[in-house]
């Protein structure tokens, strides 16, 4: 295993690394208008989602949010999105489907403080708090969106329990993520032992490595110009470029990403 990745699976270890990362990242990217930072998604045939033209430049990484948050019907609720990064999916989702109020968490203090100032949208608000200990009232929201973020949560069975405790009876999580091979199984067995009911769930592997395939130009660029060359390797995969081990583990199956909808009964 390579140290990057053995210091990564240890949780106190892996909490401080992410910690000191996204603040890095968005001090980087800030001038570069970078909204997004999870993987994509393309379908074949090509989604062609409607998209206004301001959107049109983060098409593969709206896709994948659509594709998460339409699994119910968001119109007139209550939503949190738990790790909303730049603020790019909160901003969109807000924006074309019309919930009730949509509120962004992360616990990237600098990127809360950059979402605020860049997505003023009406119903949306960002807050800077933790994944493991939600800080809402039991039975708060609707829906709760988690996109391409757990993995790096060093308690990923709390951070569900937390989930089902902040959902009303009836809501939805509405979830993306992926797993190496060898965490599987403690993936899996997490899930199903959450207080969540499983609705529907899809391997979307394909999809993902389309919608990198659309994005990897414009992010290798983002890379070069922006981060020290010693960083450029984490920089390949933590954007999923083409040649990335990421991207490689993907193709050939070492890697799981897929979507999930539940519901708390």
Same mark, same amino acid.
């Given at each position: 295993?390579?140290?990057?990745?053995?210091?990564?699976s240890?949780?106190?270890?892996?909490?401080?690394?992410?910690?000191?990362?996204?603040?890095?990242?968005?001090?980087?990217?800030?001038?570069?208008?970078?909204?997004?930072?999870?993987?994509?998604?393309?379908?074949?045939?090509?989604?062609?989602?409607?998209?206004?033209?301001?959107?049109?430049?983060?098409?593969?990484?709206?896709?994948?949010?659509?594709?998460?948050?339409?699994?119910?019907?968001?119109?007139?609720?209550?939503?949190?999105?738990?790790?909303?990064?730049?603020?790019?999916?909160?901003?969109?989702?807000?924006?074309?489907?019309?919930?009730?109020?949509?509120? =962004?968490? #992360?616990? &990237?203090?600098?990127?809360?403080?950059?979402?605020?100032? +860049? @997505?003023?949208?009406?119903? !949306?608000?960002? *807050?800077?708090?933790?994944?493991?200990?939600?800080?809402?009232?039991d039975?708060?929201?609707?829906?709760?969106?988690?996109?391409?973020?757990?993995?790096?949560?060093p308690?990923?069975?709390?951070?569900?329990?937390?989930?089902?405790?902040?959902?009303?009876?009836?809501?939805?999580f509405?979830?993306?993520?992926?797993?190496?091979?060898?965490?599987?199984?403690?993936?899996?067995?997490?899930?199903?032992?959450?207080?969540?009911?499983?609705?529907?769930?899809?391997?979307?592997?394909?999809?993902?490595?389309? =919608?990198? #395939?659309? &994005?990897?130009?414009?992010?290798?660029?983002?890379?070069? +110009? @922006?981060l020290?060359?010693? !960083?450029?390797? *984490?920089?390949?995969?933590?954007?999923?470029?083409?040649?990335?081990?990421?991207?490689?583990?993907?193709?050939?199956?070492?890697?799981?990403?897929?979507?999930?909808?539940?519901?708390?009964?």
């Amino acid at each position: 295993m390579p140290l990057i990745d053995h210091l990564f699976s240890i949780g106190p270890v892996r909490k401080a690394i992410w910690k000191l990362w996204y603040p890095f990242l968005t001090r980087r990217l800030r001038s570069e208008e970078v909204l997004f930072l999870n993987y994509a998604y393309e379908t074949e045939p090509p989604m062609a989602l409607p998209l206004a033209t301001a959107d049109e430049p983060n098409r593969a990484c709206i896709q994948l949010y659509h594709h998460v948050a339409t699994q119910v019907e968001l119109r007139g609720k209550k939503v949190l999105e738990v790790s909303c990064g730049h603020g790019g999916g909160a901003s969109y989702l807000t924006r074309t489907l019309a919930p009730a109020h949509y509120t =962004g968490l #992360d616990l &990237n203090r600098t990127g809360v403080e950059f979402c605020q100032k +860049r @997505h003023p949208v009406g119903n !949306l608000d960002f *807050l800077q708090g933790d994944a493991q200990d939600l800080m809402f009232a039991d039975h708060t929201f609707d829906a709760v969106l988690n996109v391409e973020a757990s993995h790096c949560y060093p308690d990923f069975p709390r951070f569900l329990a937390e989930v089902a405790r902040v959902l009303r009876p009836g809501g939805h999580f509405l979830y993306a993520d992926f797993r190496f091979r060898e965490g599987l199984a403690e993936w899996e067995q997490a899930l199903a032992s959450a207080p969540l009911k499983l609705v529907q769930t899809r391997v979307i592997n394909a999809e993902v490595l389309r =919608g990198m #395939d659309a &994005n990897s130009a414009r992010s290798l660029a983002l890379i070069v +110009r @922006h981060l020290p060359k010693f !960083l450029h390797p *984490l920089g390949r995969d933590f954007a999923g470029v083409e040649g990335s081990r990421i991207y490689a583990a993907l193709q050939r199956g070492e890697v799981s990403y897929r979507s999930y909808c539940f519901v708390k009964v």
